[in-house]
Each structure stands twice: as structure tokens, then as C-alpha cells.
């Protein structure tokens, strides 16, 4: 993802404090075995970490560069918010590279179990009793649109023909698979293949449970919203009450007047990263 100089690089001076930090990030291994990313969790992380410090170190120079260059104010209090300021932003940028390989999974995810949905509802249309399993896979591969079920049941069927066990190539499936739905889907074949269910009532039960979902993160955005709008409007009255107070209150002493900029500063900044860890 990175190229094999940046990765070096990044390597040669974050290599050890990620392979500290690897066993923190169990989940993010695993993500990116389900992605495009050519890259093991020690370097993903090094590079992530070596890119973050760079962009906060070339915006602090950037900063301190504007404070000298047009002969505002330099103090302590003010070269500490820089480095605030710079730190956050670094801070920022390793958590969207951390979040990165998430984003690529839930992409994929939508669009396998928007595939799913549409391939089970045209599979509950045909209500051929005679339908197996194998059956259900080859359609799969049949039904237009589908790109990663189709692959998804090629592979299966081409396992199956390896081990003769459709079964625990289900089995082999669902315990590797990113999607609740496919795993909820393909446990319901398993249950036809072990005659705890017909192939109708799997569907039916499958059609059932992608609605039960659709309604429970309906749900879950709404309270989402709901507090992103409540975070908003206390963020917004604080800096206009910290801002209407600076420029209106003269009375106040430099050093105050530093610290109020700099909480002014740094409200927008939490609110950024309360609004990105709230809409994930």
C-alpha cells in the first residue's frame, strides 16, 4: 500500500514500537488478511505510525514558520499550542490509516449482503421444491449483478470437489467470512444439508432476520445523530461564548487571552474527533 522505500523507511524507525503495539491491534490483523493490502500488521502499523509523525512534524514547522514570519505573538503558551495542534492532527491521521482497512471490509460487506439479499429473494420467487443446496450455489453464480457471491460459491464448490464435504466447506466458510449475513445465510444451508430445515424455511428465516438487522441500525444511526447534534450545538456555544469573550473583554491579560485562543482553538479539533469516532 505504501511502496517498498516508504515501508522501509517507516520501518528502520517505528518497527520496534509496532511490533509493541501489534498485540493491542489483534482486531486490524485480522481486518487486513480480508483486504487488498499486501502488507503484515508490524508494517502496516510502522508506516502508519512514520506517516502520522511526519505530517504533524511538517505542520509544526509549518506553524512556527507563520507565528516568526509575520511577527505574531511568539510565546511559550503559544509554540505549545502548535505542538498541541500538530500532535492532534498526527494523532487524527494515524487513526484514519487505522481505520482504514475497516472502511475497505465494511465496503465489501455492503456489498456482499446486498448481493445476498437479492439473490435469496429471487431464490424465495422460484419455490422449486426440488432446489439443494448445490443447486442454491450454482444459481448464485447465475443471478446477474452477483460479483463476490459468485466468486464466493465457486469457491466453495471447487473446495467441495477437493474434499468431498459440502458441509464443512460451509462450516470453512462462516467461521472465516466478514459478513454476519453470509454467515447467517450460509449456517441456514448447513441446517438444510443436516435436515433441521427445508431450503424454503431457511430462506424464509433468512429474509426475516435481514429485516430484524435493517431495523436495529436504523435505530442505533438515529441515536447516533441525535447525540452528533447534541455535541455540535455545546461545542458551537462554548467557542462563540470563548471568541465573543476575547474580543470584547479587553480587560483581560495577554497570557488569558493565549489560553482562551488556544481552548478556542482546540474545541473545533475534539469536535472533529468526537463527530469521527461517533459515525464509524
Given at each position: ?197 427445508t431450503l424454503s424455511e431457511a430462506i424464509s428465516e433468512y429474509l426475516v432476520s435481514v429485516e430484524q438487522t435493517k431495523k436495529e441500525k436504523a435505530e442505533q444511526k438515529k441515536t447516533k445523530i441525535n447525540l452528533l447534534f447534541q455535541i455540535n450545538v455545546f461545542l458551537f ?44
Amino acid at each position: 500500500m505504501f511502496g517498498k522505500v516508504f515501508s522501509k523507511i517507516a520501518g528502520f524507525f517505528f518497527a520496534n514500537i509496532a511490533k509493541i503495539l501489534s498485540p493491542q491491534f489483534k482486531g486490524l490483523s485480522k481486518t487486513i488478511e480480508f483486504t487488498d493490502i499486501n502488507e503484515d500488521i508490524n508494517t502496516y502499523l510502522s508506516n502508519s505510525l512514520f506517516l502520522a509523525f511526519l505530517v504533524g512534524f511538517i505542520l509544526e514547522l509549518l506553524m512556527v514558520y507563520v507565528l516568526l514570519k509575520l511577527n505574531i505573538y511568539f510565546s511559550i503558551i503559544s509554540f505549545l499550542v502548535t505542538i498541541f495542534i500538530a500532535a492532534t492532527f498526527a494523532i487524527l491521521i494515524f487513526i484514519v490509516l487505522y481505520k482504514f482497512p475497516y472502511y475497505i471490509v465494511k465496503s465489501k460487506k455492503k456489498d456482499i449482503e446486498t448481493e445476498l439479499e437479492i439473490s435469496v429473494k429471487h431464490l424465495s420467487v422460484l419455490q422449486d421444491k426440488n432446489l439443494t443446496v448445490k443447486d442454491v450455489l450454482l444459481l448464485l453464480q447465475s443471478i446477474e449483478g452477483n460479483k463476490i457471491l459468485s466468486e464466493e460459491s465457486k469457491k466453495i464448490l471447487k473446495l467441495t470437489d477437493l474434499n468431498q464435504n459440502l458441509k464443512s466447506t460451509l462450516k470453512y466458510i462462516c467461521s472465516n467470512t466478514y459478513s454476519e449475513q453470509e454467515y447467517t445465510f450460509f449456517s441456514k444451508l448447513i441446517d438444510v444439508i443436516d435436515k433441521r430445515a427445508t431450503l424454503s424455511e431457511a430462506i424464509s428465516e433468512y429474509l426475516v432476520s435481514v429485516e430484524q438487522t435493517k431495523k436495529e441500525k436504523a435505530e442505533q444511526k438515529k441515536t447516533k445523530i441525535n447525540l452528533l447534534f447534541q455535541i455540535n450545538v455545546f461545542l458551537f456555544v462554548v467557542i462563540f461564548l470563548l471568541v465573543f469573550s476575547i474580543f470584547l473583554m479587553p480587560v483581560y491579560e495577554e497570557s488569558i487571552k493565549d489560553l482562551l485562543f488556544a481552548i478556542a482553538i482546540v474545541f473545533p479539533i475534539v469536535e472533529i474527533l468526537l463527530v469521527f469516532v461517533l459515525s464509524k
